[in-house]
C-alpha cells in the first residue's frame, strides 16, 4: 500500500528539496527579497509527487491540505513547517512517558504509523492514522503542555528552614 507523505516520512527531504528548487517553486534571491513561483494551485507538488513511487499522491494531496498546504507554496511554508515542531514532538513524549501508546481503533497500526498533527489556532491537536485514514485522538495540546510543565515546576518548593545565629 503507497505512504503518504508526510514531514516525518523518509522521502519528505527529497520531495521539500524539488518543490522549493527550479522545477518547483524556484525559490531565489532577487535585489535582496526572496521570490518564489507559485500559481495558486497544488500542480507541482502533485506532479512531483506522481513521479514518487509508493507515495499515494491523493492522500498526501488531501493531508497537505488539513495542515494548510493549500498551494505549492503553502505546502512549504504550512506543511513544512510541520517537521516535528514542538507541540507534535511534547505530545509523543507526553504519551511515551504515560505509557499510552496510541493505536488506530480502526485498523491497529501503532504511534509510528500516526500523523501527529498540530496545533490550531485554538490549541487543538488531531492525531491521524496514516495507515486508514481514520481519526485516533483529538487533544488540546498547550493544556497538556502547561500540565506537565506545572508538574515537573511542584511549585511552591520546599525551602530549608533559616539557621538561626546568635
Known sequence: MPDILTVDHPRWAEFKDLLEGP??????????????????????AEKLLRTMSGINAEATLAHFGRHGGYCDCEVLFNVASLELGEIAAAARDLCAKAGKEPKCPTCGAGPERMDWGSANAAHISVVLCLACGAEVARYDALAALEAEAAKEKAWPKKRPAPRRTR
Request: net charge negative.
Open 23 to 44: 522545477e518547483g517553486c524556484h525559490f531565489r534571491e532577487e535585489g535582496g527579497q526572496t521570490r518564489w513561483t507559485c500559481g495558486n494551485t497544488l500542480a507541482l
